[in-house]
């Protein structure tokens, strides 16, 4: 497990940040205030020699705790229920005014608290999260 004190610090470790990462399921556990993240994220070489190599994807789980919120917009568009497929998403620091439909602006979080938007391909709409700590964990391989 890499503990981490925000998705920007989580961002910078990964090859390729969660650009094209795929969402596979989403656990919210209201109890501990955590939410999970399955994922599969995009590790590739884009200079790689090989297709194989230039398009390699890990499975992680995300695990963001302390939350203050997590946010799902309504989609914009609605997949067909026979296309199951992960969803295709990108992220990003959630800055003052980077956003405009963030739920609340940067300075009305608590201390210690970060904030962070995942943009849903399919849906073309948002995820948005805050919380104060986030940790990754690799699956076996």
Not at 28 to 48: H, K, R, W, Y
Not at 72 to 80: H, K, Q, S, Y
């Amino acid at each position: 497990m890499n503990l981490f004190k925000n998705l920007k610090e989580i961002e910078g470790n990964l090859p390729n940040g969660f650009h094209d990462a795929l969402l596979e399921k989403l656990m919210i556990d209201l109890t501990s205030n955590s939410a999970d993240l399955e994922l599969q994220l995009f590790v590739g070489d884009p200079d790689a020699s090989t297709e194989q190599e230039r398009e390699t994807y890990r499975r992680a789980i995300l695990r963001l705790s302390d939350l203050v919120y997590f946010v799902i917009d309504a989609p914009e568009n609605i997949p067909e229920p026979s296309k199951k497929k992960p969803l295709r998403i990108d992220g990003g620091d959630a800055k003052d005014n980077s956003n405009p439909r963030a739920p609340k602006p940067r300075s009305a979080l608590p201390p210690g608290a970060f904030a962070y938007w995942f943009f849903v391909e399919q849906w073309n709409s948002f995820i948005h999260v805050a919380a104060r700590s986030s940790t990754i964990d690799w699956a076996k391989q």
